[in-house]
């Protein structure tokens, strides 16, 4: 009987694992011209970080973690999420006695229980950045002008950047004590979900996509009137940085995130294409986590991506398209196999893509199959050029009666300027 993989748990196959390289090779040249460094984190970490960080009454430690028992009765989980591992390692390596900022990304799968749809799996993969060391607003605006810069690489247009500020310690505790009390008014019209919610997670109030919820929320209490001072000139001040440096955004007061460490700025990218998973990713500010971790008390801001979710809307747009052979080898008989395993072996030191094909296939079957590879040129070795210690070579975009004769001991870089050539200028080397 054959086993199948685990529900919500894919293969990234050939075709799709390319366009995965091309966006990490992407993300890669942004966070450069940013100046942030990688940092490669575990995937299990003890079941207690998130418990502290993400919340206790959030869905994802709710329900969503995997968890398990190690062997000597710690309590350990596979990550949900990247940020909170981050911190940990932060504080852990104590990263702030060496530089005052940290700026960091990652890449890595991520493990939540949800129901699986598409869009949605239990495990799947995040791009990470993370701005430890600064309060100010311009590093708000400065981590969304990496992610803009970042969809606009990928080639990524169907997306739209929503922010909100959801406040700080000295006034979220209101707006959350209104949003009580709305919950509490409107019981008998939400989802038993958001009843349950009400008092618990209020924030989740305003993100409920139950058509009752949605049909109300507008009677909510919105943060905007709740904003202390400071948080107001902060968020004003990241529009304005953003606004000047062109950036669209869009302002959505029901953006609440879904994670208790969230203060101040936070925001989502939303592509239309997507479906019901939306969110191509998130982020925000979360000032106090550093120190609830343990660490001093410096600010924080960073961002996640779905890679999976990248995938689908390059794969829409038609971006990075599979890589194709510039050489297939066609080797006619197990004479002609060693010259052309040494050909492609010399070819492939001098950089160029090469397939070989098997030799006891028949021309036919190996133009057919050089053809499917998409190969640029499919070099020959038959008994002819084998007595004669060259090679044929068919230009694959040409028509199929067009082609070359070079000498078999050929250099990639003299075949390559060979194949530059107008074709009637014969390329014959005699040895
Ligand atoms: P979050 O950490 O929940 O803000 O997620 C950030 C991004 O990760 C989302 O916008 C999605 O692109 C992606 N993501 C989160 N959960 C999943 C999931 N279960 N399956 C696929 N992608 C996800």
Same mark, same amino acid.
């Given at each position: 009987m054959k086993i199948q993989s685990v529900k919500g748990f894919h293969d990234v196959l050939p075709g799709e694992s390319t366009r995965w390289t091309t966006l990490e090779q992407r993300a890669r040249a942004v966070f450069a011209q940013y100046n942030f460094q990688e940092i490669r984190l575990p995937i299990?970490?003890?079941a207690e970080l998130f418990q502290r960080s993400i919340g206790e009454t959030t869905d994802i430690v709710e329900k969503e973690m995997y968890g398990f028992t190690d062997r000597d009765g710690t309590a350990l989980t596979?990550?949900?999420?990247g940020t909170a591992s981050v911190v940990r390692a932060y504080v852990e390596h104590a990263m702030h006695v060496q530089e005052p900022v940290s700026k960091l990304f990652y890449f890595g799968p991520m493990f939540r229980r949800e129901r699986p749809q598409k869009g949605r799996l239990r495990q799947f993969s995040q791009i990470g950045a993370e701005v430890i060391g600064r309060v100010d607003a311009a590093a708000d605006a400065e981590v969304i002008l990496l992610l803009h810069d970042l969809l606009a690489d990928l080639g990524i247009r169907d997306a739209a950047i929503h922010l909100n500020s959801l406040g700080d310690r000295a006034c979220r505790p209101q707006y959350r004590d209104a949003l009580i009390d709305w919950g509490a008014a409107h019981a008998d019209q939400l989802c038993d979900d958001c009843r349950r919610r009400g008092t618990r997670n209020p924030f989740r109030l305003l993100d409920c996509k139950q058509p009752g919820c949605l049909a109300i929320r507008h009677t909510a209490p919105k943060i905007s009137d709740f904003l202390c001072d400071d948080c107001r000139v902060h968020f004003a001040r990241v529009l304005e940085l953003l606004a000047a440096e062109g950036v669209a955004t869009q302002r959505d007061e029901y953006m609440v995130r879904g994670l208790d460490y969230y203060v101040r700025t936070a925001f989502e990218v939303v592509a239309?294409? &997507?479906?019901?998973?939306?969110?191509l990713g998130g982020g925000g500010r979360y000032d106090g986590l550093v120190r609830a971790l343990g660490g001093p008390d410096v600010a924080g801001i960073g961002f996640a991506l779905g890679i999976e979710r990248l995938a689908i809307v390059l794969e829409a747009e038609g971006a990075a398209p599979v890589p194709r052979p510039e050489f297939v080898v066609a080797p006619l008989g197990a004479a002609a196999e060693r010259e052309a395993l040494a050909l492609a072996h010399r070819l492939r030191r001098g950089g160029a893509r090469v397939d070989v094909e098997a030799h006891a296939r028949s021309l036919k079957s190996q133009m057919r199959h050089a053809d499917k590879l998409g190969a640029r040129y499919v070099i020959i070795i038959g008994d002819d050029e084998l007595a004669g210690r060259t090679i044929t070579v068919r230009?694959?975009?040409?028509? &199929?009666?067009r082609q070359r004769v070079a000498h078999l001991d050929t250099t990639l870089s003299e075949l390559r300027a060979a194949l530059a050539e107008p074709l009637d200028s014969r390329l014959e080397r005699h040895a």
């Amino acid at each position: 009987m054959k086993i199948q993989s685990v529900k919500g748990f894919h293969d990234v196959l050939p075709g799709e694992s390319t366009r995965w390289t091309t966006l990490e090779q992407r993300a890669r040249a942004v966070f450069a011209q940013y100046n942030f460094q990688e940092i490669r984190l575990p995937i299990v970490e003890r079941a207690e970080l998130f418990q502290r960080s993400i919340g206790e009454t959030t869905d994802i430690v709710e329900k969503e973690m995997y968890g398990f028992t190690d062997r000597d009765g710690t309590a350990l989980t596979l990550r949900p999420e990247g940020t909170a591992s981050v911190v940990r390692a932060y504080v852990e390596h104590a990263m702030h006695v060496q530089e005052p900022v940290s700026k960091l990304f990652y890449f890595g799968p991520m493990f939540r229980r949800e129901r699986p749809q598409k869009g949605r799996l239990r495990q799947f993969s995040q791009i990470g950045a993370e701005v430890i060391g600064r309060v100010d607003a311009a590093a708000d605006a400065e981590v969304i002008l990496l992610l803009h810069d970042l969809l606009a690489d990928l080639g990524i247009r169907d997306a739209a950047i929503h922010l909100n500020s959801l406040g700080d310690r000295a006034c979220r505790p209101q707006y959350r004590d209104a949003l009580i009390d709305w919950g509490a008014a409107h019981a008998d019209q939400l989802c038993d979900d958001c009843r349950r919610r009400g008092t618990r997670n209020p924030f989740r109030l305003l993100d409920c996509k139950q058509p009752g919820c949605l049909a109300i929320r507008h009677t909510a209490p919105k943060i905007s009137d709740f904003l202390c001072d400071d948080c107001r000139v902060h968020f004003a001040r990241v529009l304005e940085l953003l606004a000047a440096e062109g950036v669209a955004t869009q302002r959505d007061e029901y953006m609440v995130r879904g994670l208790d460490y969230y203060v101040r700025t936070a925001f989502e990218v939303v592509a239309s294409g &997507l479906g019901a998973q939306n969110a191509l990713g998130g982020g925000g500010r979360y000032d106090g986590l550093v120190r609830a971790l343990g660490g001093p008390d410096v600010a924080g801001i960073g961002f996640a991506l779905g890679i999976e979710r990248l995938a689908i809307v390059l794969e829409a747009e038609g971006a990075a398209p599979v890589p194709r052979p510039e050489f297939v080898v066609a080797p006619l008989g197990a004479a002609a196999e060693r010259e052309a395993l040494a050909l492609a072996h010399r070819l492939r030191r001098g950089g160029a893509r090469v397939d070989v094909e098997a030799h006891a296939r028949s021309l036919k079957s190996q133009m057919r199959h050089a053809d499917k590879l998409g190969a640029r040129y499919v070099i020959i070795i038959g008994d002819d050029e084998l007595a004669g210690r060259t090679i044929t070579v068919r230009d694959m975009a040409a028509k &199929l009666d067009r082609q070359r004769v070079a000498h078999l001991d050929t250099t990639l870089s003299e075949l390559r300027a060979a194949l530059a050539e107008p074709l009637d200028s014969r390329l014959e080397r005699h040895a």
